[in-house]
């Protein structure tokens, strides 16, 4: 296999391979979406039909109250009276209402008036429900609903039924109403299916284009082989600016953790650097400075390797954030000669993993600013609670900036650590506040106190 060859290979397998996962990922996220909009049209009609039969069984008992609470009529009067009132209150299709005793004797079924006198506490569906027991025991327990097997009326079937039953204490009735729900698949599986077809043309769509894609390349491929050196140079570039560009989508994906780990690392390395070459100017030693480079490049590569976890500082595991930031603050103040007064309390094991990586990376990206910007003497750090919160304050005496200014610059690449700060926080439910003027600049970091473990 000649160069040109392993060119076109390396071109179009790696394209075959991610439009492959392209088809496999999206036929399952299609899927997914399926079976959710499936699932949420049928709890969200469930739902309707419920509170259907609440209204329903609402209007029955109000058309039977004058009966129920009316002191003046005999007991056995008013039940008969209300007996009739239920047998004639029919609604739609199939839609009544029963009655039965807490022993299980028929009361009221206008349709099939044959369980009236008879006890059906044994009675169970096909799939070996008690559904009068059960239906008396939601009654008992303040209304609630069930979905059984049931014969159906109007088609002379068994259908699945949903049924709402409340009690009459003082009759010791329990009186419900039902609806069939057998429409409600029919109607999900109808719209499921259309979905699953919409979804088979989607991927036929991708799949082409995949295949189109491929054949593009592979083609390119074949006219390299053909054409002149110049030619073959310019159309290779172009076919590696084409994977650079698809790649760049992944790695948009990973650039605020880039930003937030690595960026602060190697900047933190760049100061070191410069100020080591200060003091070789001016002859003093540099090794403290460039071992304290070597260090920062060395836990760069560590985090490169981990790119895939989130980065956090191997201290935070094993001393927690206190010592994290404490650490940090020291080799901020001895690389810069900025002074730090580190006001903490311990919650060495009261924070998870994620919360001591925010606050640490919060406490970094205001450092790197300082350093970069304010021209600050002096910095104070406090850890806290305050309230019902866990604060983090910085507050340095440097010349400070318009926070306005730069809420209303809206280019992506200016304040986007401070972006990143707020939106660490937002994550956990926190909250980021800055307050700056001439005199210097306050953050606050807060995440609610309910996050600390006390056991």
């Not at 310019?234 to 690595?262: M, N």
């Amino acid at each position: 296999m000649n160069l040109k060859q392993k060119i076109q290979l390396l071109a179009v397998l790696p394209l075959a391979i991610a439009m492959l996962l392209v088809v496999l990922v999206t036929q399952y996220q299609f899927d997914k979406l399926s079976l959710e909009t499936a699932t949420a049209y049928r709890d969200g009609v469930i739902e309707r039909r419920q509170a259907e039969l609440k209204n329903y069984t609402l209007l029955a008992l109000s058309s039977i109250d004058h009966l129920y609470n009316n002191q003046d009529i005999d007991t056995e009067v008013a039940q008969e009276l209300a007996k009739d009132v239920l047998t004639n209150l029919i609604y739609k299709e199939d839609g009544y209402f029963f009655a039965y005793t807490v022993d299980g004797v028929g009361v009221v079924h206008p349709i099939q008036p044959f369980r009236i006198g008879e006890n059906w506490w044994e009675l169970q569906d096909e799939s070996g429900l008690f559904l009068i027991q059960e239906l008396i025991s939601n009654a008992q327990a303040g209304g609630d609903y069930l979905q059984y097997s049931w014969d159906k009326p109007s088609v002379g079937e068994v259908g699945t039924k949903m049924a709402y039953s409340v009690m009459l204490d003082k009759w010791e009735w329990m009186l419900g109403t039902g609806v069939y729900i057998d429409d409600v698949e029919d109607q999900v599986s109808r719209i499921q299916l259309s979905i699953d077809h919409k979804i088979i043309s989607a991927s036929y769509v991708i799949l082409a284009i995949g295949i189109i894609s491929v054949i593009a390349v592979f083609s390119t491929g074949l006219l390299l082989q053909f054409s002149e050196r110049k030619l073959a140079d310019g159309k290779l570039q172009e076919l590696t600016k084409r994977i650079l560009t698809a790649q760049e989508e992944e790695r948009r994906r990973v650039s605020r953790e880039l930003h937030d780990g690595i960026s602060q690392l190697i900047a933190s390395a760049k100061f070191s650097i410069e100020t080591a070459l200060l003091k070789i100017k001016s002859n003093q030693s540099p090794e403290e400075d460039l071992m304290l480079t070597t260090e920062k490049i060395t836990q760069t590569l560590t985090d490169l390797r981990r790119i895939s976890r989130d980065l956090h500082p191997r201290i935070l595991d094993d001393h927690g954030l206190s010592a994290g930031i404490e650490s940090l603050s020291a080799n901020f103040s001895r690389r810069t000669g900025i002074s730090i007064n580190l006001d903490k309390v311990a919650v060495k094991n009261m924070l998870s993993l994620e919360i001591k990586t925010t606050f640490y990376r919060v406490a970094q990206e205001a450092l790197t600013n300082i350093e970069r910007h304010s021209s600050a003497t002096e910095v104070n750090i406090a850890i806290g609670l305050r309230g019902r919160w866990l604060v983090l304050s910085i507050r340095d005496n440097g010349n400070g900036f318009d926070v306005a200014s730069l809420n209303r610059n809206k280019s992506p690449m200016v304040g986007i650590g401070l972006r990143n700060m707020h939106e660490r926080l937002s994550y956990h439910k926190g909250m980021f506040t800055i307050e700056s003027n001439r005199s210097g600049t306050t953050i606050e970091a807060r995440i609610p106190k309910d996050y600390l473990k006390f056991n």
